[in-house]
């Protein structure tokens, strides 16, 4: 298959655990897969030109958990985001067409793959559920709003064994704000809507307290050391922390287990944000992606 060597959308790029394969424009498409036999996963992007004709191809040399993924919402959300790329690359005036479609990927995105995991500890605003704006909070399930792909990313974990443990401040409880038991009932909630898609959650460990007051509150390690408590098979080999702040980033690593972070938006970062990313382990856009490329 022969891309279209003027087209300035034929730029794709492949990840794997940091690895990154350009495609240009001088190359077939089998050129570029026989080059790239160490890519066995990744997250992939091409201008509209190519997306119709290379999924096919993709198919072919992706893992089979991300194979699976080719044509699915997840898959195809990305893709949109891949059209931004190219619209923004059509638009600018920049020389290096390969390095204005690369640099919002790599900028946010550095994977890494985690064998032997058997327990994953989630943060849960801003990781299952859309975070409230500063100051606000979530406490009833009428406000909570699952991020895409939430459920599935779930329901894969609950497939191949893995417990799944959230952790979560909710210093709103001691601000008085809502109660233990609208937090117990909103994640009550939550675990009849994953029940929709053959998903759950093992366990849920809650900070109630305001900062400072506690040992409990993310980043500090209480909450952990309960879930520790009571699965004993947990050891800090086989856990990993997903979450979306510092504060999740630094817990794990105090604790001493790998973590990855959730960058939503990585045009805006905070000096926190830009901290959290160096100390995590892995850091990517989503649960979703968490899951498909760290944790398969
Ligand atoms: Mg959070
Ligand atoms: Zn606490």
Redesign the pocket.
């Known amino acids: 298959m022969m891309l279209n060597r003027t087209n300035h959308e034929s730029v794709i790029s492949v990840f794997r655990c940091g690895v990154q394969g350009v495609f240009s424009r001088e190359q077939t498409v089998s050129e570029f897969l026989d080059h790239a036999e160490h890519v066995r996963r990744g997250i992939i992007w091409a201008g509209r030109w190519q997306t119709r004709h290379l999924l096919g191809a993709l198919k072919s040399i992706l893992a089979p958990s991300v194979a699976t993924a080719v044509g699915t919402p997840a898959l195809t959300a990305r893709i949109a985001d891949i059209f931004c790329d190219a619209d923004r690359l059509r638009d600018t005036s920049c020389s290096s067409p390969l390095n204005c479609v690369d640099r919002p990927m790599i900028g946010s995105s550095r994977t890494a793959h985690f064998p032997g995991i058997q327990f994953v500890f989630l ?1 849960r ?3 299952i559920n859309r ?1 409230a704006p500063d100051g606000a909070y979530v406490s009833r399930w009428n406000d909570f709003h699952t991020l895409p792909n939430v459920e599935s990313a779930i329901a894969a974990l609950n497939r191949s064994g893995k417990r799944i443990v959230v952790i979560t401040n909710q210093r709103g409880i001691a601000l008085g704000r809502y109660s233990r038991a609208d937090v117990d009932s909103l994640h009550a909630g939550l675990q009849e809507h994953l029940a929709q898609y053959g998903a759950h959650i093992d366990a849920f460990y809650v900070c109630p307290h305001d900062r400072e007051q506690c040992d409990c509150r993310k980043p500090k390690t209480g909450l952990l050391e309960q879930a520790f408590r009571d699965f004993p098979q947990i050891t800090a080999a086989n856990s990993i922390l997903i ?3 510092l504060s ?1 980033i630094q817990a794990a690593h105090r604790f001493g287990i790998p973590s990855i972070l959730i960058v939503h938006s990585p045009q805006s970062v905070s000096s926190d944000a830009k901290k959290a990313a160096s100390s995590a382990t892995a850091v990517v856009s989503s649960l979703f992606e968490a899951v498909e490329t760290c944790l398969f």
């Open positions: 943060d605003d801003g990781v975070k979450g979306d702040s999740d």
